[in-house]
Antibody, heavy 119, light 112 residues
Framework: QLHLQESGSGLVKPSQTLSLTCDVS??????????WGWIRQPPGKGLEWIGS???????YYNPSLQSRVTVSIDRSKNQFSLKLTSVTAADTAVYYC???????????WGQGTLVTVSS | DIVMTQSPDSLAVSLGERATINCKSS????????????LAWYQQRPGQPPKLLIY???SRESGVPDRFSGSGSGTDFTLTISSLQAEDVAVYFC?????????FGQGTKLEI
């Protein structure tokens, strides 16, 4: 059973960089045709896809965030990461990591982690 | 971007009654190569991550009760709960995975 777990700083100051990691257990991040991605949800609001990295090494990002986002995979640690630069209060949200098989919907989700942007 | 619009934003249904949620996409989600609609439905209970209910617009995920069903094609889709149970209180989202730029509907809050 695949398990995803987010970790990282829960409090980030404005203008700094938000960094999160998703640990993958119960399966290898290197096997199969999957994408590994991040989605966020501001408190009381809807879901916003941030970006995903595919098995072929290509990354795709939400155009509204593309200039500030990087998703990367560390196969040696079986984990993938999110970096979001120049954060503001509008980036306060629960951040989820998730996996999708190629051309499939997001099927496996982490429990989510709340990141607050505040001085 | 493919814009997903759900209706209504909130819905109150009596226990045992039918609940219907609609989702409209700004472009067709039907792919000509395989005749599949790249549309999924999720359920999100408070404090929980989204749970996949329906994919390919009408295929039920393993373990999902058969009172949940999805229908529609092209740009118009529907999630139906045939007989509402107390545990179905949640927010429901539609999601398109037609291209690599995933988008979601704004959500529909379902209450008793």
């Amino acid at each position: 059973q695949l398990h995803l777990q987010e970790s990282g700083s829960g409090l980030v100051k404005p203008s700094q960089t938000l960094s999160l990691t998703c640990d993958v257990s119960g399966g290898s991040i290197s096997s199969g045709d999957y994408s590994w991605g991040w989605i966020r949800q501001p408190p009381g609001k809807g879901l916003e896809w941030i970006g995903s990295m595919y098995h072929n090494g290509y990354a795709y990002y939400n155009p509204s965030l593309q200039s500030r986002v990087t998703v990367s995979i560390d196969r040696s640690k079986n984990q993938f990461s999110l970096k979001l630069t120049s954060v503001t209060a509008a980036d306060t949200a629960v951040y989820y990591c998730a996996r999708a098989a190629y051309r499939d919907p997001l099927t496996n989700w982490g429990q989510g982690t709340l990141v607050t942007v505040s001085s | 971007d493919i814009v997903m619009t759900q209706s209504p934003d909130s819905l109150a249904v009596s226990l045992g009654e039918r609940a219907t949620i609609n989702c409209k996409s700004s472009q067709s989600l039907l792919h000509s190569s395989n005749n599949k609609n790249y549309l999924a439905w999720y359920q999100q209970r408070p404090g929980q991550p989204p749970k996949l209910l329906i994919y390919w617009a009408s295929s039920r995920e393993s373990g999902v009760p058969d009172r949940f069903s999805g229908s529609g094609s092209g740009t118009d889709f529907t999630l139906t709960i045939s007989s509402l149970q107390a545990e179905d209180v949640a927010v429901y989202f539609c999601h398109q995975y037609y291209n690599t730029q995933y988008t979601f509907g704004q959500g529909t809050k379902l209450e008793i």
